[in-house]
């Protein structure tokens, strides 16, 4: 069984990074069927895909262009982990955050999911 | 990016109902469309993939289909513990993209 656990703080202040992490059991982050992502959930803007990490002989990130220079997702193999770093933010950031597996071939469903993160942009 | 278009955006209805969803894509995906149940508090929920496949443990009163770029989720017989809210997502394109979401109520 997959388990997806994620941990960072609930309080960013503007202009500073956000950083959550999203710790894997039952699976592994350099998986060659899976994909890493990171989701957001702001009650204005819905369900809201970030990007994701997956290994595929080496790493590969892909980012929505709406957060694609402040963006950042990183593997780390040696705890079996993934991680957001979201620099620059904004009260437009405050949203609930999701790590989520996607299993990739030919169904690509988004199948495990964190237990999730709010975050509040506040100074 | 492509849009997903989901209606109704609520619903009310009494258990033992049959409820419908629908969403459209705004290009062809080729049936790569998932459907979600989130509750309140709680991370979505996996319940149909690639249109119509259940997942695993799923109750099989829930079904999707699909009709080129229109999709339909079904609750065959709406029961009390089915009060969420249920998202379409497409998985053909980058970026992800989900509908807007349908929240069901118990009339």
């Known amino acids: 069984q997959v388990q997806l656990q994620q941990s960072g703080p609930g309080l960013v202040k503007p202009s500073q990074t956000l950083s959550l992490t999203c710790a894997i059991s039952?699976?592994?982050?350099?998986?060659?069927?899976?994909?890493w992502n990171w989701i957001r959930q702001a009650p204005s803007r819905g369900l809201e895909w970030l990007g994701r990490?997956?290994?595929?002989?080496?790493?590969?990130?892909d980012y929505a262009l709406s957060v694609k220079s402040r963006i950042s997702i990183n593997p780390d193999t040696s705890k079996n982990q993934f991680s957001l770093q979201l620099n620059s933010v904004t009260p437009e950031d405050t949203a609930v955050y999701y790590c989520?597996?996607?299993?990739?071939?030919?169904?690509?469903?988004?199948?495990?999911w964190g237990q999730g993160t709010l975050v509040t942009v506040s100074s | 990016d492509i849009q997903m278009t989901q209606s109704p955006s609520s619903l009310s209805a009494s258990v033992g109902d049959r409820v419908t969803i629908t969403c459209q894509a705004s290009?062809?995906?080729?049936?790569?469309l998932n459907w979600y149940q989130q509750k309140p508090g709680k991370a979505p929920k996996l319940l149909i993939y690639?249109?119509?496949n259940l997942e695993t443990g799923v109750p099989s009163r829930f079904s999707g289909s699909a009709s080129g770029t229109d999709f339909t989720f079904t609750i065959s017989s709406l029961q009390p513990e089915d009060i969420a809210t249920y998202y379409c997502?497409?998985?053909?394109?980058?970026?992800?993209?989900f509908g807007g979401g349908t929240k069901v109520e118990i009339k």
């Open positions: 989520a597996r996607e299993k990739t071939g030919d169904t690509r469903p988004l199948d495990y």
């Open positions: 039952g699976d592994s982050v350099s998986s060659n069927s899976a994909a």
């Open positions: 990490t997956y290994y595929r002989s080496k790493w590969y990130n």
């Open positions: 290009q062809d995906i080729r049936n790569y």
């Open positions: 690639v249109a119509s």
């Open positions: 997502q497409q998985c053909n394109t980058l970026p992800l993209t």
